[in-house]
């Protein structure tokens, strides 16, 4: 079985400009997370989908970040316009609810989005 | 509000000796913690996790958490440390049951000397 994919690996933009990022959960996952992580702090939720529903988007830093779930499968994660303090590491994660009640999150490889 | 604190931001030990790293954290809710590694160039890899039951937990790759609520800790530990165990680890922990966001600690890298 495939595991959290995210598109692309690295991405160096410059800023002002536009960055599309993209996760592909797990199949059959209804939850859906980013996270990320700037130089040296900690990993920080930004947002949770649950299909195609934001069930908690309080960690989005301001109305620059846009994030989308297409028919509750891939979702996207758009930074429009990309500031410097926006480099860093950007997680994607999925989970379900596992046969003893709990959810466990699968982590994707992370995207390097890189602003100059 | 859910908090974690990972005291130690870098840990070297020798190879075959004692892993010790520390994690303390917060929680209003009974919490579902977490240790998660991630080596160089690659994703978040979960080792193990603690819900309910057992207080001992063992995970991946030999690595072994104890939960203490009287001491509100899941020190992550591993007998004999190996050249491959050099990663950057985090703990972290969620509400219970739920399937709300994971609070992160700020990380522990671990080195590991020949």
């Known amino acids: 079985e495939a595991g959290v994919t995210q598109f692309p690996s690295h991405s160096v933009i410059e800023k002002g400009q536009t960055v599309t990022l993209r996760c592909d959960p797990i199949s059959g996952h209804d939850n859906l997370y980013w996270y990320r992580r700037v130089m040296g702090k900690e990993i920080k939720f930004l947002l949770h989908f649950v299909k195609e529903s934001k069930q908690d988007e309080s960690g989005m830093p301001n109305n620059r970040f846009l994030a989308e779930r297409t028919g509750g499968t891939y979702s996207t994660l758009k930074v429009q316009p990309a500031e410097l303090e926006d480099s860093g590491v950007y997680f994607c994660?999925?989970?379900?609810?596992?046969?003893?009640?709990?959810?466990?999150?699968?982590f994707g490889p992370g995207t390097r989005l890189t602003v100059t | 509000a859910q908090s974690v604190t990972q005291l130690g931001s870098h840990v070297s030990v020798s190879e075959g000796a004692l892993v010790l790293l520390r994690c303390n954290y917060s929680s209003s809710v009974p919490p579902y913690l977490f240790w998660y590694v991630q080596y160089p160039n690659q994703g978040l890899q979960l080792l193990l996790k603690?819900?309910?039951?057992?207080?001992l937990v063992k995970g991946i790759n030999g690595f072994e958490a104890e939960f203490k609520k009287s001491e509100t800790s899941f020190h992550l530990t591993k007998p004999s440390a190996h050249m491959s165990d050099a990663a950057e680890y985090f703990c972290a922990v969620t509400q219970g049951s739920s399937a709300s966001k994971i609070i992160f600690g700020s990380g522990t890298r671990l080195s590991i000397r020949p």
């Open positions: 603690y819900t309910t039951g057992a207080t």
């Open positions: 994660a999925s989970s379900q609810l596992l046969a003893g009640g709990s959810y466990e999150q699968y």
